[in-house]
């Protein structure tokens, strides 16, 4: 797929992996770019940094079912098409399930999963236009591989693995390709709260993530050679990665008390 001139929607482009993803696709020509996010300033600043494009800005919160009619109605007027999304803003509360909020997990379900499906749901009209679409959906390692105090956000993250292979099959007649990213610990805001060591850049996981964009590949896979060891055991033999998980239980437990980006 070529990006240059192409018209891009983007949740949560205002800082971390989904801000790296602009520079990326403004590298690649991409002058109209669509971006939902809260803060007003970081949505502001992003008209400063990249100059040269012409910036489409609501202000809100994706678990805002009015947040995404906006932007899809704001973008049937400005554009009349939308060649791209990309469903990329996302939050985490991590911990014991049962110390976990209410809210958080409400919350988590709204903004990861909710999200996705009904802008989704409202942009296929506009991608159906464009002559050559395509979707970008950024799950997690953890959508992957279901692991102890990331079950609400590994929930959120598997469900849009689920989801990018129903509706890559579903739009196949359309010619509007699926792809779906799996970062692993990625040096942004998001892990701030956690106690990660070892971490990716946030341009690293941007520029692979965009470059399987452009290839139509489907899984885009971060973590290398471990993940998907990891991935082939869980699924093969899960006692065995139990066994695995069991044996660094209270270390996971005390470092996921504090991981939270809402
Ligand atoms: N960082 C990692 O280690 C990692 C690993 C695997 C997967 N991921 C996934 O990668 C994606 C990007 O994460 P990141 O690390 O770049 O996170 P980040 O640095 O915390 O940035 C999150 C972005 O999403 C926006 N956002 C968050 N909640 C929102 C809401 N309710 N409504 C609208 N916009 C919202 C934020 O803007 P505002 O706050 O202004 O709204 C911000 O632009 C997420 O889906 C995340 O789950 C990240």
Same mark, same amino acid.
């Given at each position: 797929m070529q990006l240059k001139d192409k018209k891009v929607l983007i949740t949560g482009g205002s800082r971390g992996i989904g801000k790296c993803m602009i520079d990326e696709l403004v590298k690649h020509g991409v002058r109209d770019i669509a971006v939902i996010g809260r803060d007003k300033e970081n949505l502001k600043e992003l008209r400063r940094?990249?100059?040269?494009? #012409?910036?489409?800005?609501?202000?809100?919160? $994706?678990?805002? %079912?009015?947040? %995404?009619?906006?932007?899809?109605?704001?973008?049937?007027d400005e554009w009349g098409q939308l060649d791209i999304l990309i469903n990329n803003a996302g939050v985490v509360s991590a911990g014991p399930l049962d110390e976990i909020s209410d809210e958080d997990l409400y919350d988590q379900i709204a903004v990861n999963f909710t999200a996705v499906?009904?802008?989704?749901?409202?942009? &296929?009209? %506009?991608?159906?236009?464009?002559?050559?679409?395509? &979707?970008? #959906?950024?799950?997690?390692?953890? =959508?992957? &591989?279901?692991?102890?105090? @990331?079950?609400? @956000?590994?929930?959120?993250?598997? =469900? +849009?693995?689920?989801?990018?292979?129903?509706?890559?099959?579903?739009?196949?007649?359309? #010619? +509007?390709?699926?792809?779906? $990213? @799996?970062? *692993?610990?990625?040096?942004?805001?998001?892990?701030? *709260?956690?106690?990660?060591?070892?971490?990716?850049?946030?341009?690293?996981?941007?520029?692979?993530? +965009?470059?399987? %964009? +452009? #290839?139509?590949?489907?899984?885009?896979?971060? =973590? =290398?050679?471990?993940r998907l060891n990891d991935s082939k055991l869980n699924f093969e033999s899960p006692e065995k990665f139990d066994e695995k998980i069991a044996s660094s239980y209270d270390e996971r437990r005390d470092a996921s008390l504090s991981h939270k980006a809402m």
């Amino acid at each position: 797929m070529q990006l240059k001139d192409k018209k891009v929607l983007i949740t949560g482009g205002s800082r971390g992996i989904g801000k790296c993803m602009i520079d990326e696709l403004v590298k690649h020509g991409v002058r109209d770019i669509a971006v939902i996010g809260r803060d007003k300033e970081n949505l502001k600043e992003l008209r400063r940094t990249f100059e040269t494009v #012409n910036f489409l800005l609501v202000r809100g919160d $994706v678990g805002d %079912l009015s947040v %995404l009619r906006d932007m899809a109605s704001k973008i049937q007027d400005e554009w009349g098409q939308l060649d791209i999304l990309i469903n990329n803003a996302g939050v985490v509360s991590a911990g014991p399930l049962d110390e976990i909020s209410d809210e958080d997990l409400y919350d988590q379900i709204a903004v990861n999963f909710t999200a996705v499906l009904v802008l989704t749901k409202y942009c &296929i009209p %506009l991608l159906k236009i464009s002559e050559e679409a395509a &979707i970008m #959906n950024v799950s997690s390692g953890l =959508g992957l &591989i279901g692991m102890p105090f @990331y079950g609400v @956000y590994g929930s959120t993250k598997a =469900g +849009i693995r689920q989801f990018s292979d129903s509706i890559r099959r579903e739009l196949k007649p359309f #010619n +509007i390709s699926v792809t779906c $990213v @799996y970062p *692993t610990a990625t040096d942004t805001d998001m892990m701030k *709260t956690s106690q990660a060591k070892e971490m990716d850049t946030p341009e690293f996981v941007a520029e692979r993530s +965009i470059q399987g %964009l +452009i #290839n139509k590949k489907l899984h885009v896979i971060f =973590g =290398g050679q471990q993940r998907l060891n990891d991935s082939k055991l869980n699924f093969e033999s899960p006692e065995k990665f139990d066994e695995k998980i069991a044996s660094s239980y209270d270390e996971r437990r005390d470092a996921s008390l504090s991981h939270k980006a809402m």
